[in-house]
């Protein structure tokens, strides 16, 4: 058990070195990344909850939020090589769900919201399961029980309210796709942005532009015929 415990906490900290340039070494991950810190602490606060010391997990996750601006509910599971990068105001709600080498940045939250079944009885799992090798970018909102497909690249401040299919990328309000297919988690993309991937809504958008110029160009040409 120890064993386990101890290889779990290695890939949390092998992870921070990994995904941040700005830390070179474990030490530097111990001793200055607040997002290692609150996983850490997460993992002692689940491992209270799960052994019915709800209580004592929650006022120690609400310890860690003040000294790390960090909050996660203990009650929530997280897999292996979780990496929160910067931190500050990263919210991860009770039935929230991750999988292995996920990363997430400053301002994520990962919400709950109210469903109800046929019968009109509130459904308990509220938060959304995300799957493993998902990169989300800062301020992105994930809210309700959704699913996120493995590889999946969520770029900063888009709104997911649905499901997303695993490689796929994601930006905007609401969350739509862009072009951008990932076939594994091997890339790494910062904040979830990858340079190559095009947001079709946006070309759609200059279309129009290119072609409302066109139109005012052959209105003001008729006008000079005249």
């Given at each position: 058990m120890k064993r386990k415990?101890?290889?779990l906490i290695l890939e949390d900290l092998d992870a921070v070195i990994k995904r941040d340039p700005a830390t070179g070494s474990r030490?530097?991950?111990?001793?200055?990344?607040?997002?290692?810190?609150?996983v850490i602490l997460y993992r002692f606060n689940h491992w209270l909850w799960?052994?019915?010391?709800k209580l004592t997990a929650r006022f120690l996750s609400q310890t860690t939020r003040f000294l790390t601006g960090i909050e996660i509910h203990p009650g929530a599971?997280?897999?292996?090589?979780?990496f929160i990068d910067h931190g500050m105001g990263v919210v991860i709600g009770e039935t929230s769900e991750i999988g292995d080498n996920v990363?997430?940045?400053h301002g994520v939250t990962l919400g709950g919201t109210t469903v109800f079944d046929k019968n009109g009885k509130t459904i308990t799992k509220r938060h959304p399961t995300i799957g493993n090798n998902v990169i989300i970018g800062s301020g992105a909102q994930i809210l309700g029980p959704i699913k996120i497909g493995n590889n999946v690249k969520v770029g900063a401040n888009a709104v997911v309210v649905k499901n997303v299919a695993q490689n796929e990328t994601v930006v905007g309000v609401p969350?739509?796709?862009?072009?951008?297919?990932n076939s594994s988690g091997k890339n790494f993309y910062a904040y979830g942005i990858d340079k190559n991937s095009t947001d079709p809504i946006e070309q759609e958008i200059e279309k129009l532009q290119e072609q409302i110029k066109q139109l005012q160009t052959d209105?003001?040409?008729t006008k000079n015929k005249k």
């Open positions: 415990n101890k290889s030490y530097q991950a111990i001793l200055f990344s607040s997002g290692f810190h609150a799960q052994k019915g010391w599971k997280i897999g292996r090589g979780f990363t997430l940045y969350a739509h796709k862009t072009n951008k297919k209105l003001a040409q």
